[in-house]
């Protein structure tokens, strides 16, 4: 289904036999827990949908999670919350919790609506590879292993949504699982206080900690370089690799010109396949480009692929950062 955010392969939530197949068709671990969508809006919705237990939410955070419900939802904003035992354990990779959004895609909307269900929907992708912006992606992804493929034009927002739960420390406070769709900034200025940041990242195998966060995810099949700076400050001495076709992923700018300066950073003679996120520089609109520039280069003749830093960390920028540094990170 399509989603503001990316494609989700949808399931019913409530439904073992349906997840199970939607681990299967991914090549999903079980150890990787998937978001759960529905179509209301509001905290008091959420928990009327009976998914979430209301019973263990500390009172002190119901005025938080009001909140963000009402300004971000239906939206990219995910919330961690403990679950009631209607949610399966194959949901939630056996946590005490769910991942909880209301998309606002009118198809996702429409979707549940008819479904009458929650749905489950990780992204349409095979595990570990980018998330699909476009049936089309979702084809390339699933193709053959699904039954049906909703297609409801490219996704407006291009990244998943920000994840947001309770710390796992006991403490109570509110962390940041997994930047995206809604800027932190934003959120932060909803709630009137900064969010916890998680600094450490989770290790394949363990079910404790968001697998959003596993260091190589969201990666090309090439190798993905991040360039110490962008094309037009690169320092004269800086060389790139002896291939005859290498990718570029610029955030703005022209075409041939990024394609002539990039060439010149090599002796021999090497052909540049260039995509430029926003010729404006919009973060926003590079964001919404990310993954299918990132999927067409992966799919062309470059050998390898160079991408310039994100031009800044606010707004939409610090999630893209955070796709590109994972992308360019070790395969495990
Ligand atoms: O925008 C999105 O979030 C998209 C669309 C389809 O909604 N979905 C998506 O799902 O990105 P997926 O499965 O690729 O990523 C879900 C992330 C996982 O990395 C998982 O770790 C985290 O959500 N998650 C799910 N349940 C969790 C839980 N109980 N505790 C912590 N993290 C959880
Ligand atoms: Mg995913």
Redesign the pocket.
């Known amino acids: ?1 399509p ?8 399931g019913n939530a409530l439904d073992p036999g349906a997840l199970a197949a939607i681990f299967k068709a991914k090549e ?1 671990p079980t150890f ?4 759960v ?1 529905i179509g209301e809006t509001t905290l008091q919705g959420l928990l009327d949908a009976g998914i979430v237990d209301g019973a263990r939410i500390p009172t002190g955070l119901r005025d938080a999670l009001d909140r963000m419900a009402s300004a971000f939802w239906p939206g ?1 904003l ?1 919330l ?1 919350l403990p ?1 009631t035992p209607r949610v399966p354990d194959l ?3 056996g ?5 909880v ?1 209301s ?1 606002r895609h009118p198809v996702a909307q429409a979707l549940l609506r008819e479904a009458g269900v929650p749905l489950a ?5 095979r595990f570990g590879r980018i ?1 699909p912006t476009t049936a089309q992606a979702v084809r390339e992804e699933l193709g053959g292993r699904i039954p049906w493929i909703l297609d409801g034009g490219p996704c407006e ?1 291009g ?3 920000t ?1 947001v ?1 309770m710390s796992a420390d006991g403490s109570g406070e509110l962390e940041l ?2 930047a ?2 809604v800027p932190i900034e934003k959120i932060e200025a909803v709630l009137g206080y900064r969010l916890k940041r998680r600094t450490s990242v989770a290790v394949a195998g363990t079910a404790a ?6 260091e190589s ?1 969201y990666a090309p099949a090439k190798r993905l370089e991040i360039l110490p700076a962008a094309v037009r400050d690169l320092p004269e001495s800086f060389r790139i690799a002896a291939a005859e076709v290498v990718g570029l992923l610029a955030f703005s700018g022209d075409e041939g010109e990024l394609s002539k300066k990039f060439s010149a950073l090599r002796e021999g003679p090497v052909r540049v396949r260039v995509r430029v996120l926003s010729r404006t520089g919009d973060l926003d609109a590079a964001a919404q480009a990310l993954f299918a520039a990132m999927r067409e280069l992966d799919a062309s003749d470059a050998e390898v692929i160079y991408a310039e830093p994100c031009p800044s960390s606010e707004g939409l920028g610090f999630a893209i950062a955070d796709r590109l540094r994972r992308a360019a990170a070790p395969r495990g």
Request: charged share 15%; proline share 12%.
């Open positions: 289904m989603t503001e955010t990316v494609y989700g392969l949808a999903r990787d827990p998937l978001i969508h990219p995910t961690v679950k949901a939630t990779s946590l005490p919790t769910v991942a959004r998309p929907a990780p992204s349409a992708n998330s927002v990244l998943e949504s994840i739960g699982l997994r995206g769709g900690v968001a697998p959003g966060m596993l995810h």
